[in-house]
C-alpha cells in the first residue's frame, strides 16, 4: 500500500515531464509502421521519422484548418452570446423568485458562493490544459527519439529480464503493439464517424457552430461515459442560448441519444472494443482516477494505460485474476459455489 501512495504520489509530481512522454509513446507506436515502410523504400532512418512526423501534423493542421473558420465565428460572436446567458439568467431569477418566493439576491449569493467552491476544480483543469498546450511541442521531440531508438529500447526490455522468459516479453511486445495500433486508430475511425453524425444532425436542427460542437462532441466522446454527457451538454447549452423555446434541445437530446445508441452497439464494437475489452465499472473508475492524476490528459490516456496493463497480466500466471477483474468476461458462476459444491460431493 505504501509503494501504491509513493508512486501515484510520484506520477503527479512527474506530471508534466511523464504526460507528454506518455503521449509521444502512443503516438510512436502509432507512426512507427509508416516510418518503418519509409526506411524500406531506402529512405535513412533520420529522414524517415522526419517525414513521418510532418505528415502527421500536416494531417494535425489540415483539421485545424477545416475548423478555424467555425472558430473564428465562435470567437467572433462570443460577447453576444455572453449578452444572450445573462439575460436568460435575469429571466430565470424573476421566474424563480415568482415560483419560490426566492429573492434574487439569495440566489446570486448562492451562485457565487457554488461559483467560489468549484473554482479550484475549474482552475485545476484550466492549469492542466495550458500546460498541456505549453508542453505540447516536446511531443514531436519524444516521438523523434523513441523512433530513433526503438532498437534500444527493445533491446533494453529484453535484457532486463532472464533469457526464460524471451518468449513471453515478445508476445507481450508484438500484442501491445498490435493493441495501441489498433486502438489509436480504432478511435479515429470512430471519431470520425460519430463527429460527421454529430455534426449532420446539428446541421438538420439548425443549431449554430454546428461542426465544432460536432467535432468537439467527437473528441469528448473517446472518454467513456463522461464524456458523451459533456458532448450532449455544450450543443444543447448552445441551442438555450441562441435559440427560443426548447424544441431545439428535445431534439438535439434525441438525435444524441440515437448516435450514442448506434456508437455503443455498431461502430464502438466494430472498431475499437475488439482489442481493449474493458468492461465498464473499470472504465469508469480508471478515467476519473486518470482525472484526478493528470487531469484532462489523463483521463484520455487512462484507457490505453490499462488496456497494456490488461495485456501484461493475462501473460503472467501470477497476474491472471487481475487480468479477469480488469476484463469484460462475466462468469456466470462465482467460484463461491463451485467450491462449496465440490465440499458437497466429497462429503457425500
Not at 493542421?61 to 465565428?73: D, G, N, P
Not at 495501441?180 to 449532420?200: H, K, T
Request: hydrophobic share 55%.
Amino acid at each position: 500500500m505504501f509503494g501504491l501512495i509513493l508512486a501515484c504520489y510520484i506520477l503527479n509530481q512527474l506530471g508534466d515531464i511523464l504526460v507528454p512522454f506518455c503521449f509521444a509513446g502512443l503516438f510512436a507506436v502509432l507512426l512507427n509502421p509508416l516510418c518503418t515502410r519509409l526506411e524500406m523504400l531506402r529512405l535513412p532512418r533520420i529522414a524517415a521519422i522526419l517525414l513521418t512526423i510532418l505528415i502527421a501534423i500536416a494531417i494535425v493542421v489540415a483539421i485545424f484548418y477545416f475548423l478555424s473558420s467555425q472558430i473564428i465565428s465562435f470567437t467572433a460572436s462570443f460577447p453576444a452570446l455572453k449578452d444572450k446567458f445573462g439575460q436568460m439568467m435575469t429571466q430565470l431569477e424573476g421566474w424563480v423568485y415568482n415560483h419560490f418566493g426566492i429573492a434574487t439576491q439569495k440566489q446570486v449569493q448562492f451562485i457565487r458562493d457554488t461559483m467560489s467552491n468549484s473554482r479550484a476544480l475549474v482552475g485545476r483543469t484550466v492549469n492542466t490544459v495550458i500546460g498541456t498546450l505549453s508542453i505540447i511541442f516536446l511531443i514531436p521531440v519524444y516521438v523523434f527519439m523513441m523512433l530513433f531508438y526503438k532498437t534500444l529500447i527493445l533491446n533494453f526490455l529484453y535484457e532486463v529480464f532472464s533469457e526464460e522468459h524471451s518468449q513471453q516479453v515478445a508476445e507481450i511486445l508484438k500484442e501491445t503493439k498490435s493493441a495501441i495500433q489498433s486502438y489509436i486508430v480504432g478511435l479515429l475511425v470512430e471519431m470520425i464517424i460519430v463527429a460527421v453524425l454529430n455534426s449532420l444532425a446539428l446541421i438538420i436542427l439548425d443549431v449554430r457552430y454546428a461542426v465544432l460542437l460536432g467535432v468537439i462532441g467527437a473528441i469528448l466522446n473517446i472518454l467513456p461515459y463522461i464524456g458523451g454527457i459533456i458532448a450532449i451538454a455544450l450543443p444543447v447549452l448552445m441551442a438555450t442560448v441562441t435559440k427560443d423555446g426548447f424544441s431545439t434541445q428535445i431534439g438535439i437530446l434525441v438525435a444524441y441519444l440515437i448516435i450514442q445508441f448506434i456508437d455503443n452497439n455498431f461502430i464502438y464494437p466494430r472498431f475499437v472494443s475488439f482489442r481493449v475489452q474493458i468492461n465498464a465499472l473499470i472504465s469508469i473508475v480508471i478515467v476519473l482516477m486518470g482525472n484526478g492524476l493528470w487531469g484532462v490528459s489523463g483521463m484520455f490516456l487512462s484507457v490505453p494505460f490499462i488496456a497494456v496493463l490488461k495485456i501484461i497480466f493475462d501473460r503472467v500466471d501470477e497476474l491472471k485474476p487481475w487480468g479477469k477483474l480488469l476484463g469484460d468476461q462475466v462468469p456466470t458462476r462465482h467460484m463461491g459455489q463451485i467450491w462449496r459444491r465440490r465440499r458437497q460431493k466429497k462429503l457425500d
